[in-house]
Every structure is written in structure tokens, then in C-alpha cells.
């Protein structure tokens, strides 16, 4: 069974500061995602990283993923309050079609 | 291009009720998937179908029965309904069985009291 250890749960910064968000799977898989999701609302989709080494960018925001590890990262750069939401990292499993996703990390970036 | 529909937005049941929820794939997408969102937690899958057939099915109980219909839009019923029941239900679509991204819809907000 697929697992996903998500950290930190939650996470208050000051804008103009820069974090990582964590995410560990317990098993093979062969494709990592990266949702968002305000309050009340579903989910937007950020990031897909596909293969070992995979990083994208997308404004102040960078995912990478290493397989060997297990582990994906979000990077947070200069963080902004536009940036506050729930962020998921959600994993499918190399034999599977469904995902399993993190906990959440919820993100509070402060003026 | 309309995205994932989803209705109703909001319900409010009982203990013991049923509910139907319904689901409008993006047009062109064969695959729908559900999930359940409690609130403060992370998705939890709970079917999968494709091609009118049901292709996967998360851990949950023998009340939540789900079927996908010709046109691909999907219903997902609850039986026996219980205040654990209460969550966010969200549907997805993808092009096919295993093809990501999935295209989630903005979700049926469900409380049962």
C-alpha cells in the first residue's frame, strides 16, 4: 500500500522568506503531482514530474522529485501572500490509476 | 471547453439516508474517479471508472456504490448515511484508465447531521 508523509502540516512564514515543503512515499511510482487548493475550493493542479531528477518552476514556486530517495520537495522562494492555500503532493503507483495523496501542507504567509 | 461538473454543490442529509452525487467528465474524457476529502485531510480515493466499467475501488464500505453511464458522466451513491459521511466528494476526469493529469471538478460539499 502506498503511503505519503507529508511535512510540515502546517507552516507560517513572512512574505520575502523561502521554505520547503516535503513529501515521502513509501513505495514505486512513477508519477508525482503537486495540487493546490484554496478554502471551499478544489483542487489546481501546479506541478507533474514524471522521471528521477525532474524539476519545474512555475514563478516562485519549484518542485523536483528524486525516485531514489522517495521524496519530492516544493520550494518556496520569496514567499508572497497570493501563495497562502493548501498544497498536496499526490503520488500514483507504478501498477495503479489511482492517486494517493499527502496530508497537506497549509501554508499562512504573513505581510 | 466546460471543465468537470459536479452537482449538486452543497447537501444536507440525515443519518440513514441515501445520497446521489453527479459528475460531468470534460468532454472527450473516457475515465471518472472519486474521491472523498474530510475536512483538514488529503483525498481519499474511492472508485474509478472507465469505459463504463469499474477499474479500481478504494477502502471503503459496501454503502458507496458508484456506475458510469454511456455519455461518461458518473453518479456516486452512499447508502445508510453516517456523520463520518460528511466531507467534500470530489470527481475527476482523465482521457483515459491511466492517463494524469486528472481534471478535478470544484466538488459536492455533503453534511450529514
Known amino acids: 500500500e502506498l503511503k505519503v508523509e507529508q511535512n510540515p502540516l502546517f507552516l507560517s512564514m513572512q512574505e520575502g522568506k523561502n521554505y520547503t515543503i516535503y513529501c515521502n512515499y513509501s513505495t514505486t511510482s512513477d508519477r508525482l503531482y503537486w495540487y493546490r487548493q484554496d478554502p471551499g475550493k478544489s483542487l489546481e493542479s501546479l506541478f507533474v514530474?514524471?522521471?528521477?531528477?525532474a524539476v519545474k518552476q512555475e514563478g516562485r514556486l519549484m518542485a523536483s522529485l528524486d525516485t531514489k530517495a522517495r521524496l519530492s520537495t516544493l520550494h518556496i522562494t520569496a514567499a508572497v501572500h497570493d501563495l497562502s492555500a493548501t498544497y498536496f503532493c499526490a503520488f500514483k503507483e507504478t501498477s495503479g490509476s489511482r492517486l494517493t495523496f499527502g496530508e497537506g501542507t497549509q501554508l499562512t504567509v504573513n505581510p | 471547453d466546460a471543465g468537470v461538473t459536479q452537482s449538486p454543490t452543497h447537501l444536507i442529509k440525515t443519518r440513514g439516508q441515501h445520497v446521489t452525487l453527479r459528475c460531468s467528465p470534460i468532454?472527450?474524457?473516457?475515465?471518472v474517479s472519486w474521491y472523498q476529502q474530510v475536512l483538514g485531510q488529503g483525498p481519499q480515493f474511492i472508485f474509478q471508472?472507465?469505459?463504463?466499467?469499474?477499474?479500481g475501488r478504494g477502502n471503503f464500505p459496501d454503502r458507496f456504490s458508484a456506475r458510469q453511464f454511456p455519455n461518461y458522466s458518473s453518479e456516486l451513491n452512499v447508502n445508510a448515511l453516517l456523520l463520518g459521511d460528511s466531507a467534500l466528494y470530489l470527481c475527476?476526469?482523465?482521457?483515459?484508465?491511466?492517463?494524469?493529469?486528472?481534471?478535478f471538478g470544484d466538488g459536492t460539499r455533503l453534511s450529514i447531521l
Open positions: 475527476a476526469s482523465s482521457l483515459g484508465r491511466a492517463v494524469f493529469p486528472q481534471h
Open positions: 468532454s472527450g474524457h473516457k475515465s
Open positions: 514530474l514524471l522521471s528521477n531528477g
Open positions: 471508472y472507465y469505459e463504463k466499467e469499474e477499474r
